[in-house]
């Protein structure tokens, strides 16, 4: 099935068997990140978080919206599309978008902070990251940040 077709079927694998499917790989954990600071309430409002959305990201090495792999060797990215097929957001889902966007040996990947403000440092560069979850239903990331954790 082609991005587009996943992106409209509310039937999407989870991220895990996504990941799976492509690397070839056992995968030990998975999740969905945003690079950057979540924007807060008050700059959505007042339109300032636009701004912060045209900056240039931090690692250059991801995309801005990506799913992390961890397999028992390495930790592999893939870019990706967060969908939600109701007006509520209650069916929302993630789909990875193409090949891998890199790959690092575990050692080299690590987390730290809280989901919704923590810093990512994947081969010497440290960048801010969040969960972009809109509801909280994702149960696959909070087990990729603990096992990355320092």
Same mark, same amino acid.
């Given at each position: 099935?082609?991005? &587009?077709?996943?992106?409209?079927?509310?039937?999407?694998?989870?991220?895990?068997?996504?990941?799976?499917? &492509?690397?070839?790989?056992?995968?030990?954990?998975?999740?969905?990140?945003?690079?950057?600071?979540?924007?807060?309430?008050?700059?959505?409002?007042?339109?300032?978080?636009?701004?912060?959305?045209?900056?240039?990201?931090?690692?250059?090495? &991801?995309?801005?919206?990506?799913?992390?792999?961890?397999?028992?060797?390495?930790?592999?990215?893939?870019?990706?599309?967060?969908?939600?097929?109701?007006?509520?957001?209650?069916?929302?889902?993630?789909?990875?978008?193409?090949?891998?966007?890199?790959?690092?040996?575990?050692?080299?990947?690590?987390?730290?902070?809280?989901?919704?403000?923590?810093?990512?440092?994947?081969?010497?560069?440290?960048?801010?990251?969040?969960?972009?979850?809109?509801?909280?239903?994702?149960?696959?990331?909070?087990?990729?940040?603990?096992?990355?954790?320092?």
């Amino acid at each position: 099935m082609g991005t &587009l077709q996943k992106m409209f079927s509310s039937q999407v694998e989870t991220m895990q068997a996504q990941v799976e499917e &492509l690397t070839g790989e056992e995968v030990l954990a998975v999740g969905h990140l945003r690079q950057g600071r979540k924007p807060s309430m008050t700059a959505m409002l007042t339109g300032t978080a636009l701004i912060g959305m045209m900056k240039p990201r931090a690692g250059k090495a &991801l995309p801005r919206h990506f799913v992390l792999g961890v397999t028992p060797s390495r930790v592999v990215a893939f870019a990706c599309v967060g969908v939600s097929d109701d007006d509520d957001g209650e069916n929302y889902h993630v789909v990875l978008r193409g090949k891998e966007r890199g790959s690092w040996p575990r050692e080299a990947v690590s987390f730290r902070g809280s989901p919704e403000d923590g810093e990512l440092t994947v081969a010497d560069q440290t960048f801010p990251v969040h969960f972009p979850d809109p509801n909280g239903a994702d149960e696959e990331t909070p087990a990729l940040l603990a096992a990355l954790r320092d």
